[in-house]
């Protein structure tokens, strides 16, 4: 018997039937199931599994969707997250990829496809030593628990200036997936996503060594840059904070509201994210793309007159805003 657990989520009862007993033939005998992915992230919650395997496709939450909420929560960031699909299309695996998967799971399942993929998780995690980036990463938080602020500065400074880039793995996925060789192109967007909270995690730290030496521009600067890739990645609990501790720098910056904007709006709060986005408009009111982003949100709610008018701004500020144009011919013509 091994001793890894797993949870398997599936709403097609036959598929996650199926699924459990090719893990118990492989005498994986720690499984649990869920039907849908909520109920799976309710579990995740209560209790650490050894590795996770999703069905892409459910009702109200995919298991993409469920891949990028663990993925936002520091607790499950390295959590072995597999997802299954009859067909893994290119658009599929770089979403995935983008998102963090661990490996791809073709259904119908075969045994020895299965057996392999866990043969290399099993070898990955005995060899599974923190990178030089991590450590130093490690280290340069440990100066500022330390008050060693210019130190911290210096060491997290040269991480993100000298050290390997997120954009590079990156584009070696999206390579190695246009030649469909997808194994190739996990293992690089796995480097690029661990490389994007790598980094987020230093530029936070950095905002927080400069405050700390009085220095609020450069600290300002250096959270947004966390925020922005918190947000690139839906962390939006860690965005939030972040931008919050930016207003308190600095009260009048647009990147603040219009940001803090996007993130109520991609949490489902459409009147919190108008808030942000007029608060910005006051703040630089020839700002075309927050008039577009308050248009957009509009639509969100229903509210196409309001949207127009924002859009018809929009334009008049940029005449060649070829996005806002195109919405507004289409709220025009009744097609949105």
Known sequence: MKNKSFLLVNNNTIALRELSDIMKYLTYDD??????ANAAWAMMRVKAFGCVIAAWDMPDMSGLA???IARSDDRFFTTPFFLTDPAFTKVKVIQAGQSGVTGLLVS????KNIQQKMDVLAEASLQDQPSEAE??????????????YQEAISVLEDLTQKGETAEYYYNIGYLKTSEEKYTEAIEAFQKATRLDRLFAKAYEAMGHAYQQLGRQDEAQKYLQKAADLYMSKENVQDA??????????????????????VLYRKKGDPETALKHYKKAIKVHPREPFIHYNIGRL???????????????????????FEEAREVLNAIELGTI
């Not at 939030?240 to 904007?261: P, R």
């Open 240 to 261: 939030e904070e972040v931008l919050n501790e930016i207003l308190k720098i600095g009260k009048d910056t647009v990147n603040v509201y219009n940001s803090l904007g």
């Open 108 to 111: 119908p399942f075969n045994v």
């Open 31 to 36: 499984i649990h199931q869920a039907e849908n």
């Open 298 to 320: 509009y639509l969100d709610m229903k509210d196409p007159v309001q949207a127009k008018k924002y859009f018809s701004l929009a334009i008049g500020i940029k005449p060649d």
């Open 135 to 148: 450590i130093t990463l490690q280290k340069g938080l440990a100066m500022v628990e330390k008050e060693d």
């Open 66 to 68: 469920l891949l990028k």
